[in-house]
């Protein structure tokens, strides 16, 4: 998943929440889907709390950061 994968997914810019990577088309910040899964809460209540995100921006966010941590994995592992 590159960046281009995740344009109408998430976005950031200066005049909406100062910058803060929020979920395209809305206000709600990444960090929030994050913080709800750490606390134990499931894509599904998130969803919930944030009826303005769709299942399909929070399953790429999610399935990003997956992607993200293998590709660290795997260039931890190669040094």
Same mark, same amino acid.
């Not at 606390?39 to 303005?52: M, V």
């Not at 966010?61 to 590709?71: D, F, M, P, R, T």
């Given at each position: 998943?590159?960046? *281009?994968? @995740?344009?109408?997914?998430?976005? &950031? #810019? !200066?005049? $909406?929440?100062? =910058?803060?990577?929020?979920?395209?088309?809305?206000?709600? !910040? @990444?960090?929030? @889907?994050?913080?709800?899964? *750490?606390?134990? +809460?499931? $894509? *599904?209540?998130?969803? *919930? &709390?944030? !009826?303005?995100?769709?299942?399909?921006? &929070?399953?790429?966010? $999610? +399935?990003?950061?997956? @992607?993200?941590? $293998? +590709?660290?994995? =795997? #260039?931890?592992?190669?040094?």
């Amino acid at each position: 998943m590159t960046t *281009e994968d @995740l344009k109408g997914v998430v976005h &950031a #810019d !200066p005049e $909406i929440m100062g =910058g803060t990577p929020v979920f395209a088309g809305t206000r709600v !910040p @990444l960090q929030n @889907l994050v913080d709800a899964l *750490e606390g134990g +809460e499931t $894509i *599904e209540d998130f969803l *919930e &709390a944030f !009826p303005s995100v769709k299942r399909s921006q &929070a399953v790429a966010v $999610i +399935e990003a950061g997956q @992607l993200k941590l $293998i +590709e660290a994995a =795997g #260039d931890a592992h190669s040094h």
